[in-house]
Every structure is written in C-alpha cells, then in structure tokens.
C-alpha cells in the first residue's frame, strides 16, 4: 500500500495501472572513495555499484564484477527490490542516464543517454563540477524527452549521495543538519561531517548559487534539478527515493528562487520507503516542509515482515533503507496489483 | 470465467490482457427521491450514491459522505466489486462522466469530462429533459473521444435507473413490462409501476422519439446511446451493466429504426453479472432479443459462493445484482488472469 506524507493519494491513485519509464540515474562522486564515509557497495569497489545497480536492473546479473553489491555487513542493494517488482510487474522500459560513472554497464539493447558527463570530484576537495552545464544538459534533455510511457519513475544510484545532498542542503543555507538519512544505520557521522565541513568550508558567503554546487553536489542532483525544470509538469515523474531525491527538490526551489520563477509542481510527486519515513536519523517530511511549492509525496508500507532471510531483516534494522528507486519501485509494484507477498517471494527467490 | 449470452466468445476473449479505460456515467435523476422507489444507497441520501461510488472506484475513500454507500439492508455498492478488480487488475485509466450529478464527486487528478448537464426530473411529472440535446452530447463525444486503451468499458451509477429504463422502453413501444430488473430482491413493483404509469401517461400516440424520451428517461441512458453512435464501432465497448445498458441499446436501435439507419456492431458487447442473467424478476436476454442488430452479450460467472461474509452473501441472495459496472469488472479480472478466489478475497479485505 501507498501511503501519503503530504499533498493527495489522488496523485498516486490516478497512475494505478499505469505504465511507468523507469529512468536510472547513475553517478559516481569520488566523495565516496573516502574510506568509510558508506556501506553502498563493497569495500574499494564502491565507484562500481551504480555500474552493477544498472546491470542487475536490466539483466538480472552483474558483469563488471563477480557477484551483486552489498555492504559489508552483507545487505544486499535496494537494487534488488527494484528487479523484483520488474519481474512480476514490468516497468514499460528501464533507461539509464551516465551522470559521469567510472564503468559504463555492461547492457545492451537497453537506452544508455550519454552526456559526456565525467565523474565529479570530491567534495571535501572541492567537487569541481560545472555546476551549469550538468543542470542545462539536465534541462535541455527533460524539455526534449518524449516519455513512451505514461509517466516516469527518477531513480538514482550514487554511493555517498547522502553526503553530498547533505552538504548541497546546507551550502543552498537550508537548516537540514539532522535531516539527512544515510545507509548506515549508525550513520557515520564523524567522517561524514567531517567531510561536510570540509566541503562548506570552501563556501564563502558570496558564493553565487551555481558556484556553491559546482563545490559541494553531485552530478545526479544538478541534473535530475535540471530535468525535473525541463519537465515542466508536462508528464507525471514520481521522484523514487528518500532524502537525496529531498535535496533535489531543494535545489530546483533555490534555482526557481533566484530566477523570481514558479513551477507548476501537480504533476510530480515523491515516493520513498517506510525505511526512509521512519527513519530516526532523518527526516524527509522536515526536509519536503522546506520547500515553497506543494509537492504530493508518499511512502510505501512495505517491510520484511513477512520474510525470514537474515540478509533482507536488515532492511528492517535500518542497515539500508532506500536506493535505486527501491520505495518507487515498490509503489509500481502495489499499483500494479502485486501484493507485499508476491514482492518479499520475489525478492526472496532473487537472493538465492 | 466470461460466459456467452449471444453473439461469440472470441469478442471477449480478443480482449483478453487488454487494458480498457473505465468511463464511469453519473447522472441523478429526481426519480430516485420518491420514497421506496430505490434502495441503491443511504436513504435520503440516494442522490450521493454515483458521486460516492465515483469517489470510492478512484480513490478507495469516500469524501462526500462519512461512509461508503450500503443498502438498509447493508448491502454494499456493487463499487467493491469493480473497486476490487481494479486493485488486483488496474484498468488503463478511470475517466468520470457527469451526466448530470447533485453533488460533483471529490477527486483530483482523474479525468471528469463536464458537459452542462443538470440532473433530470422524475419522470412522475415529467423528466424534462431535453432529450436530443444530451443525446447529440454523447454523439459528439463519441465521435470524438480518442481512447487511450484499448477498449472501453462503459459503466454507470443512477439510482433508480432501472425505473426510467422500464419507463424508457416501454415509452419506445418495447414490449418489455416484465424484463427489467431492480435493485430489490422483491422489486418494489407497486410504487415502481405506477411511477412508470404516470411517465407513460404524459405520452400520446403523437410523441415523437425525441419527445418521449425526453419525458420518460434519464441522462446517462440518452447520453450512452449517442456515445455508441458517435464511437460507430471505432473502437470496442463493453456496455458493463444489465437492464440498464439493454436499455441503452433499444434507444440506440430506435434510433437507428426512426433515421432509417444501420450501425455495425462488431465491436460492441454487453458484460453483465450472473446475478441479473439468473434474475427471476427480470429477463435480460430477452431484452437483447429485441434488437434489431447483433450484439454480443456476456455474464460473468462470479457469485460469492466462497465467502461467509454476510453483507456479500446477500447478493447471491438477489438483494443487489448489478451496477458501477461489477459485471465488466470481473470479466476484466477475469481476462487479466485473476480467480474467483482472488477476486472474492480482495473485496473481502475492502469490506475490512
């Protein structure tokens, strides 16, 4: 079931049924090679699991690497939860965005957009974006797309996303310190922030709004920004994520500010996890407050209740809580008819 | 399982995994506030039941009402039904016709198509409609209409309309007194029939086609007749529903009869319940049997043998047979795959 944070189920409710484009968009920031600052992949391979995300959506295998990512502790990705629900209830097609990754994935047949985007670099160096150019290509490509379903589900895969939604929030001047979730369940604060006042740190107070993301963002927000403007309410997107997808809409509601401009915002929409809604070291609906357009966002209830596997309990244990359009994707699956125990089976037969 | 009245069973079965878009026809009609005449809903209240049942079909709550529309008896809307489906089976999409409603229902992003129509009067005094006019609303909305599914599946909710269809048919000259169906286990008869003898006594043997109808029937059977007309087979149509959309199609042949005209009717079919097929009190088939133009008409083998809840079982009790398009539900959940034991179990849950 889908349940509403704000705004109206109606939003949801009118794309029951429906089929949805699933847009991937993969990033890599080298934020996440600093050792520890995340457990979303393994450990020195990191930079590959947005690349094994892709490859496991679209195949049902991975093949720049041996086996599915998971974090140490052995959680596997959300990506999994993704492809369960593509199983039993297909997205009409899965395209993937290259936002600059280190391993283009190993997919054919499937749509790759390539922007010539490159890696960005770290933020607690200075992440060396052009902060304007990823945002236009952003929007240039949303005013251009053609949906050949009937709306659009954004998913994202960045490992060390969080930290750089973080610091974006807090370099745009949003109060959202506490407000960002993690894919540690003891999120790691010490490098974390570390990194974060690092990365502020080369603000100054006369940083221009395209100059302080060009510092402290990732590829994937300044795009998915951009597209979401090029969009222009013209299809239905639900936004598949939790608090870097948050910090996606922060960034469009500063743009829009600085321009003096408004966006219609009926046709878009947020979907997380119950992971993500409950979570106690975030807060997505302070995060949404924030902003000064409505925007209808949502979670869904879904949890391992119902299954027994160790590695999917942690899930509930909060060791991870969303990624790779986990609670949009999960949301298709309801709207599609498929039941918590057809997804967990699902999910279930995946991890065998 | 869909069984076959008339007419061919490849009709049904070349829809079989097809999406349909649900246009749901609301309409009140002032016949239903005569005391008794009705028990499709709350009593007083009878002119909510199509903006509830509208509210409840999209968004799974009702919003202009504290609940969902039941009988005295407790029987609940035959929405559940079609509810149900589109919860286990999503139609392509739900669009709301307002043929006239009282109270316009409370939903947002779903297509309501407007078209200035007020709700009619008791045909008691004289329905006062101007009969061509909606008639020629529902030509050029037909004509017009670009489906964006495969098929149509044409529903309605009017109270009372079983009465202002008897009314209606036999207005035309049917001979029909004994076929049509109510809401009732034991059809209110005496109340109904002299309602329908006051209608009849406003025509003289002069009226016209236009003139009578105006005087004896209500929106949603003027506008559905014009909507088959303007579709002129374009596209298929499952008229979901029993005596009501039989109707329907003796105004269409009328029509057709009085202009001299012919329609093909390949892509048209009737899908109604096996609760009106087996009805005693009415006789659906030999409504059909009155046109003048082949029609593939179909029930749906659905009772509520598998359930103990009470408030169901009261249906195959005949307490209430038909309506919101329950017959064309189940066969679309029939045709996408679902069971009698799916469909059984979700309406149960709905009733929860």
Redesign the interface.
Known sequence: MVKTIKG????M??L???NATFLLALSNTKTADIAGITQAGIAGKIYLTPTLDAEFICSGSVRSLAEVASTPKGVPTPALITRAVHLKSPYGRIELLNLGLEVEPKIDYFKLHNFGINPSNTIALGADIDAQSIFEKGLEFGQNYACKDEYIILAESVPSGTTTATATALGLGYKAEEYFSSSFKESPTSIKEEVIKLALARLTKESELFEILGKVSDNMLLFNAGFILGINNRIPIVLAGGTQMACVLLIVNSILKAMGGTMET?NLGLCTTKWVYEDRSSDITALLDMLDFPLNSFYVDFDFSLSKHPALKLYDDGEAKEGVGAGGALAYGF???LSKEEITKEIERLLK
Not at 8 to 11: A, E, G, K, P, Y
């Open positions: 109206t189920s109606d939003f409710e009118s029951r049924g429906k009926s709207l599609h008819g």
